[in-house]
């Protein structure tokens, strides 16, 4: 064992002084700061990949729109041509356009997605129906569960719907339809719950005055989160449609996403604070123990060590304690994160609701932890320990020794 190991070993040591309590408490700093920026990075991170699941089942992974006008004609041959391409799950031409709902007085302006029965049951996992059935056969419609409550309906109201066309036609004179209530989804997201209704598509065209062709047609793959296939299958995309714009859905969603990213790193951002602070519990530490070993310090240089060895002394004392609290901290995020629930569920019982399945619509608080993460925070952390040490070394390595072995 060389020198500056054996000899911060032995200040380690706990003595029932002040500084062995310092000591304690900055390992126990460290550990904190490293167990809280990796819970709660893993718990973003799990709420990103929620997102990201809730948007890949209700929204299109690629939507085809044209590069000039508003109609795309041809779609049944073309979404033929697509769905046979390999990766390719599901096609449907919709058309999607904002309406306006009413029942009884009150007035809700979703979304209204036009496609055939068969294209909703295969590209909307929304899951089963809240109430009624997803039918889209006749003057129906289905909406979801948030707009449902509140447009104040359910399954057999009426609901009298306004083409966007009376706005803006001047020719024609567009007038409200009423489309009965057949079903109710809910997919667990509040936009989507409370922004969407979906109808058939004949009925969408004659309320917007097309004869003919659609808005867009969208497509499912089974490798959306595959950047190398989804690729390919883009490729193949516009080879058969080379007329047509082609949407990903992380170009459709890249706000929410951007979002998502710079919240993220915010957070960790300022919860490494935590860390820097806990180090410098770490440099208080060393300043004590200097302060203490003052006169052996000046022993030292008597007997001819450099300031370099003694810098090192002190440098791996400090080394220690933020491996030490980097540790025990990784080995709490692991304990909390295996029983977050748990904790969950007790604070809530004891009235402190931190995660209510009302607001989020989640069963169960979501989590995932990224490697990547567990390295940059422990790899931060030794820096931080690195540099708090270097102050408290220095000072040591700079005393004189006739001064020193006076004291």
């Not at 300022?270 to 806990?278: G, H, Q, R, T």
């Not at 208080?284 to 052996?296: A, D, G, H, I, M």
């Not at 080995?331 to 004891?350: D, K, P, R, Y």
Request: aromatic share 8%.
């Amino acid at each position: 064992m060389n020198f500056p190991l054996f000899l911060a070993l032995k200040y380690l040591r706990p003595k029932r002084s002040v500084a062995s309590v310092i000591t304690c408490v900055s390992v126990l700093g460290v550990m904190l700061g490293v167990a809280v920026v990796i819970i709660v990075r893993s718990v973003m991170t799990g709420f990103g990949d929620i997102w990201e699941e809730k948007i890949l089942d209700f929204k299109p992974h690629i939507s085809l729109v044209p590069f000039a006008g508003n109609v795309v004609t041809g779609e049944i041959p073309l979404a033929k041509s697509i769905q046979a391409i390999p990766g390719v799950t599901c096609v449907t031409p919709e058309i999607d356009t904002r309406v306006l709902l009413s029942h009884k007085g009150k007035v809700l302006a979703p979304v209204l997605i036009g496609v055939d029965s068969d294209g909703f049951a295969g590209a909307y996992k929304v899951g089963a129906p809240v109430a009624g059935q997803y039918d889209l056969d006749g003057d129906s419609i289905v909406i979801g569960a948030n707009a449902a409550r509140q447009l104040g309906v359910w399954v057999g109201d009426e609901i009298v719907v306004y083409s966007p066309k009376t706005l803006v036609s001047q020719d024609e004179v567009f007038l409200p339809v009423k489309w009965r209530v057949t079903g109710i989804f809910s997919c667990g997201q509040h936009q989507y719950d409370s922004g969407y209704a979906v109808a058939s598509l004949n009925n969408l065209r004659d309320i917007m005055g097309m004869e003919k062709g659609v808005f867009a047609v969208h497509v499912k793959t089974d490798c959306p989160t595959d950047p190398k296939r989804f690729s390919s299958v883009e490729d193949a995309i516009s080879k058969v449609a080379p007329r047509l714009r082609q949407i990903s859905w992380r170009e459709a969603d890249r706000e929410i996403f951007n979002a998502l990213a710079v919240e993220k790193n915010m957070t960790a951002l300022l919860l490494m604070l935590i860390s820097l602070v806990a180090v410098f519990c770490v440099m208080n530490t060393l300043l004590v123990l200097t302060v203490q070993k003052t006169p052996e310090i000046g022993l030292l240089k008597a007997l001819g060590f450099t300031k370099r060895q003694i810098m090192s002394v002190f440098m791996v004392h400090g080394m220690i304690q933020c491996g030490a609290g980097v540790v025990f901290g990784l080995l709490a995020s692991w304990a909390v994160l295996a029983n977050l629930q748990n904790i969950v569920e007790w604070l809530a019982g004891m009235g402190l609701e931190v995660f209510p399945a009302s607001v989020y619509g989640l069963a169960a608080i979501p989590h995932r932890l990224v490697v990547s993460d567990i390295f940059w925070t422990c790899g931060l952390v030794f820096v931080f320990g690195l540099l708090a040490s270097f102050v408290p070394a220095l000072c040591a390595a700079s005393k004189d020794p006739v001064k020193a072995l006076s004291e």
